[in-house]
């Protein structure tokens, strides 16, 4: 059977091609979706700084929400530091050090900032030093509250030595001047002072962030073990070897998470274009044959025999192309990860976990689409008789199964009723129902295409004037009589249309909002932050209060939170980036409240968006569940409820609330809203130049970023390469399709057909696939858009460039042409008798 397979093969190597191209870039996306999830549960972050401690103790810095993933917390838990001496007393035990870390900065001589690679704990107290691996200090200890010591890049890069002075930015400190008693080399190391300097800086007497234990030879196991009966019940975690790295920094391994869902949100619409294109290149290549499985079944081969052939055929094929397609996929999965690191997203210290277990999983995945399409495919063939197979084989199917149009327009229905999401979700998760619709819809249509082509081509017949010109005649007959063939064709081009313009537009769109929901919400016109450091010193805010000009400023901070609610009865918990900010706030911002008032923003309170309360069934004065982004768990009560959530988030805790949980402070950043007169800006300008680290910048949105969002830049990402493979698989499926009908174009030929009126009936086809490839793909996309703009903007379109409608255009009828145009002249080198003598 497998020989047989083979030497049908070796006739048919322009619709195997599209086969493989289809495998090899299925393959390719399947494996690079796995290496991601993998990574996310089992790469390690490098230990750093901690690489010289045998075990750590510190805090579980995720949340277990029942029957899900963990969710990463990023902000630095706190332990008791009585701890410390309990766990030096245990056998085995040589050194025990309670770390504390703060932000810090240096200043060089010319007043610029040189943060440190990791500001939010880079400051660190001098008996840290004895966690680093390998450290050679230059110098001595630091010893009262002037003296630092710095690591090696740090001093390279403000200038300074051994017994020079640098002035750093310590905390909420204003920028001070120290005496460098040491430059310390090691992986990880940053800026060291006193122990009790750091005490003080960090503000937190009485805890310490973590606690490093190193061990004697052989004792590290039975040590771990003993430290976990002590620490039992606490909430506190034992991490050895490699999983010591994730206590460096909990933002840092807050990503593996963010890999875990990213994989997740990208496999679904992955496997939907996989198994679409793959199995619409089989279809094409199991259709060429149909011929050669009837005869086969005219000399006696049964139906099973049949499917099995057709099925080991394409795994051949596929089992070629699966190599390289894997080989690919992890280097498009190195790209990502690049692309994650570059736009802040994900650690650099993250390596990619490489593993047989992608490549496994994308190999058995692709073999069994490559079956189940091919055997399907074959179907109609295998069950016919054998007289009735030959019959059949002459000429392709004209008829479509009255079932598989049904459940085409019933896709198409059920996308319409998804499109409403954005109407009844104002949020990033409903507008993520547009692009699902839009995907949907392209199925529904790849199934009632051949009914919906065939009486578009009917009536376009029927309207032809007696003097239309053959070529055109032919074009239109050809298009109502093989109906299956041409939809084949659309819908994919269909897809890649859809797909464009829903998935970009979505992106535009949301962008369009949450900018104009945060520059209808931001009153305040500057901002003042210290971006090397993460918090603003403290009293400076007071000082710019008292500015000439200044009207208002108020201070803002981010953090995380999750969200505890109920269901469908079921307990569900959240992870959201929330807005810290003060009673005052109501100043630099408006929210756009609509219950409560920002004033009462005090103690355990919080705001929440309307679409927040709505969904999870709260109002002003109840009380929510929340777990802060440290791990500790609050009941709060709802002091407002706000219209901006899509610009400012679905919560915004009280600064009292958020106090003594975050990693920085929750005093991030200030907004500052002025009389708008020149000696006011000229005056807050002066003042942030007489202050070395804080930096004015314009207001920008709530949460300090100009920028567009790294989940844009994902899903851009995700949208070229996604697009890349469909127009690749595409354009190879319209080549093998053209070439196999080197038989109809020799048999118009010896009826007198010229190559030329070949060519234009060919041209008059492919412009006729385009056309509908293109408003069969923009009528998809017309209501999801239309809902999307409506729900997001107020308006029945949505926002984004005027060009990516004849961008995609010009794609499609580029694609469409150029595909059909050269096999056709490929075909017409050859006459036609010898043609038709090698069919």
Same mark, same amino acid.
């Given at each position: 059977m497998l020989h047989l397979a083979v030497r049908m093969a070796a006739h048919r190597i322009a619709a195997l091609l599209a086969v493989a191209c289809a495998v090899l870039g299925g393959g390719a996306l399947v494996t690079a979706t796995g290496v991601l999830a993998e990574t996310g549960l089992r790469s390690h972050l490098s230990p750093g700084r901690l690489a010289g401690a045998d075990l750590v103790v510190g805090a579980d810095q995720e949340f277990h929400p029942p029957g899900d993933l963990p969710v990463a917390l990023p902000e630095r838990a706190r332990i008791p530091a009585e701890l410390v001496d309990r766990l030096a007393g245990l056998p085995g035990v040589t050194k025990a050090v309670g770390d504390v870390g703060f932000p810090v900065s240096l200043v060089d001589a010319h007043g610029r900032v040189v943060p440190a690679a990791d500001p939010g704990p880079a400051g660190h107290g001098w008996s840290s030093t004895r966690l680093l691996a390998h450290a050679r200090v230059e110098g001595r200890a630091p010893t009262g509250s002037a003296e630092a010591a710095v690591s090696a890049e740090l001093a390279a890069a403000a200038g300074v030595g051994?017994?020079?002075?640098?002035?750093?930015? *310590?905390?909420?400190?204003?920028?001070? *001047?120290?005496?460098?008693?040491?430059?310390?080399?090691?992986?990880?190391?940053?800026?060291?002072?006193?122990?009790?300097? *750091?005490?003080?800086?960090?503000?937190?007497?009485?805890?310490?962030?973590?606690?490093?234990?190193?061990?004697?030879?052989?004792?590290?196991?039975?040590?771990?073990?003993?430290?976990?009966?002590?620490?039992?019940?606490?909430?506190?975690?034992?991490?050895? =070897?490699?999983?010591?790295?994730?206590?460096?920094?909990? =933002?840092?391994?807050? #990503?593996? #998470?963010?890999?875990?869902?990213?994989?997740?949100?990208?496999?679904?619409?992955?496997?939907?274009?996989?198994?679409?294109?793959?199995?619409?290149?089989? =279809?094409?290549?199991?259709?060429?044959?149909?011929?050669?499985?009837?005869?086969?079944?005219?000399?006696?081969?049964?139906?099973?025999?049949?499917?099995?052939?057709?099925?080991?055929?394409?795994?051949?094929?596929?089992? %070629?192309?699966?190599?390289?397609?894997?080989?690919?996929?992890?280097?498009?999965?190195?790209?990502?990860?690049?692309?994650?690191?570059?736009?802040?997203?994900?650690?650099?210290?993250?390596?990619?976990?490489?593993?047989?277990?992608? @490549?496994?999983?994308?190999?058995?995945?692709?073999?069994?689409?490559?079956?189940?399409?091919?055997?399907?495919?074959?179907?109609?063939?295998?069950?016919?008789?054998?007289? &009735?197979?030959? @019959?059949?084989?002459?000429?392709?199917?004209?008829?479509?199964?009255?079932?598989?149009?049904?459940? =085409?327009?019933?896709?198409?229905?059920?996308?319409?009723?998804?499109?409403?999401?954005?109407?009844?979700?104002?949020?990033?998760?409903?507008?993520?129902?547009?692009?699902?619709?839009?995907?949907?819809?392209?199925?529904?249509?790849?199934?009632?295409?051949?009914?919906?082509?065939?009486?578009?081509?009917?009536?376009?017949?029927?309207?032809?004037?007696?003097?239309? %010109?053959?070529?055109?005649?032919?074009a239109l007959a050809n298009i109502r009589a093989y109906a299956l063939r041409i939809a084949g064709v659309v819908s994919p081009l269909a897809m890649a249309v859809v797909f464009v313009l829903t998935y970009t537009l979505t992106q535009t769109t949301v962008l369009a909002a949450t900018d104009a929901d945060t520059r209808a919400g931001t009153l305040g016109q500057y901002r003042l932050s210290v971006p090397g450091q993460g918090t603003v010193a403290d009293g400076t805010l007071d000082a710019v209060r008292g500015l000439p000009g200044v009207r208002a400023a108020a201070p803002l901070g981010t953090t995380t939170v999750v969200w505890q609610y109920e269901e469908f009865g079921e307990p569900a918990a959240e992870a959201a980036s929330a807005l810290v900010l003060a009673p005052d706030a109501a100043g630099v911002l408006d929210l756009d409240v609509t219950?409560?008032?920002?004033?009462?923003?005090?103690?355990?309170?919080?705001?929440?968006?309307?679409?927040?309360?709505?969904?999870?069934?709260?109002?002003?004065?109840?009380?929510?569940?929340?777990?802060?982004?440290?791990?500790?768990?609050?009941?709060?009560?709802?002091?407002?409820?706000? &219209?901006?959530?899509?610009?400012?988030?679905?919560?915004?805790?009280?600064?009292?609330?958020?106090?003594?949980?975050?990693?920085?402070?929750?005093?991030?950043?200030?907004?500052?809203?002025?009389?708008?007169?020149?000696?006011?800006?000229?005056?807050?300008?002066?003042?942030?130049?007489?202050?070395?680290?804080?930096?004015?910048?314009?207001?920008?949105? %709530?949460?300090?970023?100009?920028?567009?969002?790294? &989940?844009?830049?994902?899903?851009l990402a995700t949208i070229v390469v996604l697009l890349g493979y469909l127009l690749l698989s595409i354009a190879n499926k319209l080549v093998a399709a053209t070439a196999q009908r080197r038989t109809e174009i020799a048999a118009l030929r010896l009826v007198g057909t010229t190559p030329r009126q070949i060519r234009s009936m060919m041209r008059r086809e492919a412009a006729v696939i385009a056309a509908a490839a293109l408003a069969s793909g923009v009528l998809l996309s017309a209501l999801p858009l239309a809902l999307l703009g409506q729900g997001f903007l107020g308006r029945p379109w949505p926002a984004g460039p005027l060009w990516l409608l004849p961008a995609a255009a010009i794609t499609v009828v580029v694609t469409a042409f150029a595909t059909v145009e050269l096999p056709t002249r490929r075909t017409l080198r050859h006459a036609p008798a010898e043609t038709l003598r090698a069919a």
């Open positions: 051994v017994g020079d002075r640098v002035r750093i930015l *310590a905390g909420d400190r204003l920028a001070t *001047a120290y005496r460098v008693s040491a430059v310390v080399t090691a992986p990880g190391a940053g800026v060291y002072v006193a122990d009790a300097t *750091a005490t003080a800086l960090s503000g937190r007497t009485g805890s310490v962030d973590l606690v490093g234990l190193t061990t004697e030879p052989d004792a590290r196991d039975r040590v771990a073990d003993a430290v976990r009966e002590q620490v039992a019940d606490s909430g506190l975690k034992v991490r050895t =070897g490699a999983d010591v790295g994730v206590a460096v920094s909990p =933002g840092a391994d807050a #990503s593996r #998470s963010l890999l875990i869902l990213l994989a997740g949100s990208l496999s679904g619409i992955v496997l939907l274009v996989t198994g679409f294109v793959t199995a619409g290149a089989l =279809g094409v290549c199991i259709a060429g044959q149909r011929r050669d499985l009837a005869l086969m079944r005219a000399v006696g081969a049964t139906p099973k025999q049949i499917r099995r052939l057709a099925g080991a055929q394409s795994t051949v094929v596929a089992a %070629a192309a699966l190599v390289p397609g894997v080989g690919l996929g992890h280097l498009l999965a190195g790209q990502f990860r690049q692309l994650l690191a570059d736009r802040g997203v994900l650690s650099p210290d993250l390596p990619l976990s490489v593993s047989p277990l992608p @490549a496994l999983a994308a190999v058995l995945l692709m073999l069994a689409v490559v079956q189940l399409s091919a055997r399907t495919a074959a179907w109609r063939t295998s069950r016919m008789a054998a007289t &009735e197979a030959v @019959a059949e084989s002459r000429s392709e199917p004209r008829r479509p199964s009255r079932a598989r149009t049904r459940a =085409g327009l019933l896709l198409i229905a059920a996308a319409c009723v998804l499109s409403v999401g954005p109407l009844l979700s104002r949020t990033v998760l409903g507008a993520t129902t547009t692009s699902l619709a839009g995907i949907i819809s392209a199925i529904g249509l790849a199934l009632a295409g051949p009914a919906l082509v065939a009486r578009a081509g009917s009536a376009a017949v029927r309207r032809l004037r007696p003097d239309t %010109a053959a070529p055109t005649w032919l219950e409560g008032d920002l004033s009462a923003l005090t103690g355990r309170t919080v705001a929440v968006s309307s679409d927040a309360a709505r969904f999870r069934g709260v109002a002003r004065g109840d009380r929510v569940r929340l777990v802060l982004g440290d791990g500790t768990p609050v009941d709060a009560r709802v002091a407002a409820v706000y &219209e901006r959530g899509l610009g400012f988030g679905s919560v915004v805790l009280s600064r009292d609330l958020a106090a003594g949980h975050t990693t920085t402070g929750p005093q991030q950043s200030i907004l500052v809203r002025t009389d708008g007169s020149a000696a006011a800006d000229r005056t807050l300008a002066a003042f942030t130049a007489s202050r070395p680290g804080l930096v004015l910048g314009g207001s920008g949105s %709530a949460d300090g970023g100009d920028d567009a969002p790294p &989940e844009v830049w994902i899903n």
